[in-house]
């Protein structure tokens, strides 16, 4: 009975190919070798036992003296576990998860190693993939950010400044004009205030929100509150956004409240934030009458904006017209945070 188990694990560990599994002597040479451990290494048996195992190792840790530190570790500690680079048959990298145990008889005298391989070159490829994505987001909202804060700057120093001169030289103008042309002046000064109120008005959606000091929920109620809209803000998040997904939030928020404001027609409008697979979903839902061309494909250039910001986040954005009336704007940033 006892041989029988033996054979089947024995044959266990032979046919198990998503795992290298070998021994080692307590030497380092390899004695034995299973199809998982040829299929990532590229050696056959007859190739690779009785060589040293540091032959899966580059140059530069054969060096430095990593396999014979790591079979020291593995001697006092019982086991090691280590992630790094290795090397195949064909001289190709491959990052592996390693892990060595001590083997001791019942006398307690060493008699090698177990090694366990794993091949996470494709795990390790998509988290250095995930951390690109994180790098490039944080590049794209720090300098669209700088971008708003250059225009709204220029925007107030600038054109609103003079548009302002105007307005007052208008209006004095306007007291020195006759009667019968004091009304066309006064009218061209009231054309002229009502855009300068529209710039205003520009430079506010514009300036960064100062998410850093308030938080997002209070960003948000802030320009509920500032845009005088009715509304309200729930939140559910289990984890707060990290400041480049804060602020992707509140620009697609504050684009997704600018269209009810302006389009809906709206007697209230709610957003809701919750954390949902590993990332954020945001809701924004009015009672309004809809936005223009939703059933023509939405190609409105805020809704665009909105699904743009999203993807470019790795997320998605959908807008949906809700049967009983209004509009639902719907998006999911992932948590690219470790």
């Known amino acids: 009975m006892q041989r029988d188990e033996s054979e089947l694990f024995r044959l266990l560990v032979q046919g198990v190919r998503d795992c290298g599994i070998f021994m080692l002597d307590p030497g380092g040479h390899v004695v034995s070798w299973n199809a998982g ?79 366990v391989t794993r091949d996470m070159t494709e795990r390790r490829r998509a988290e250095q993939q995930l951390t690109d994505r994180r790098r490039l987001l944080a590049h794209l909202v720090e300098a669209q950010e ?49 855009a300068i109120s529209r710039l205003r008005n520009l430079v506010f959606r514009v300036r960064p929100p100062g998410i850093e000091r308030q938080g997002l929920r209070d960003a948000l109620a802030g320009y509920l509150a500032d845009t005088a809209m009715a509304g309200e803000i729930r939140s559910t998040l289990e984890r707060v956004p990290g400041d480049d997904a804060a602020i992707t939030i509140f620009r697609i928020c504050q684009e997704a409240l600018t269209n009810v404001r302006k389009h809906a027609r709206a007697s209230s ?70």
């Not at 307005?167 to 009667?179: C, F, K």
């Open 37 to 115: 451990a040829e299929r990532i290494n590229g050696y056959a048996a007859e190739e690779i036992i009785g060589r040293h195992f540091s032959t899966f190792y580059p140059p530069e840790d054969v060096r430095s003296g990593k396999p014979d530190w790591e079979l020291r570790v593995a001697k006092a500690e019982g086991a090691l576990e280590d992630e790094g680079w290795r090397v195949r048959k064909d001289g190709t990298r491959f990052w592996s998860n390693v892990i060595i145990t001590a083997l001791y008889d019942d006398t307690g005298e060493l008699r090698g190693f177990g090694k």
């Open 146 to 194: 700088r971008e708003r804060q250059r225009i709204a700057w220029d925007v107030h120093d600038d054109t609103i400044q003079a548009m302002v001169a105007v307005d007052m030289r208008l209006q004095l103008l306007a007291r020195r004009l006759p009667e019968e042309h004091r009304g066309t002046v006064e009218h061209l000064d009231g054309a002229v205030r009502s």
């Open 269 to 338: 409008v709610a957003v809701e934030l919750s954390t949902v697979d590993r990332g954020f979903l945001v809701r924004v839902a009015d009672d309004g009458v809809g936005l223009p061309d939703l059933d023509q494909g939405s190609s409105h250039f805020g809704l665009i904006e909105m699904r743009e910001r999203a993807e470019v986040a790795g997320g998605w954005c959908t807008v949906t017209a809700v049967p009983e009336g209004g509009t639902v704007v719907e998006f999911w940033l992932p948590d690219v945070r470790p």
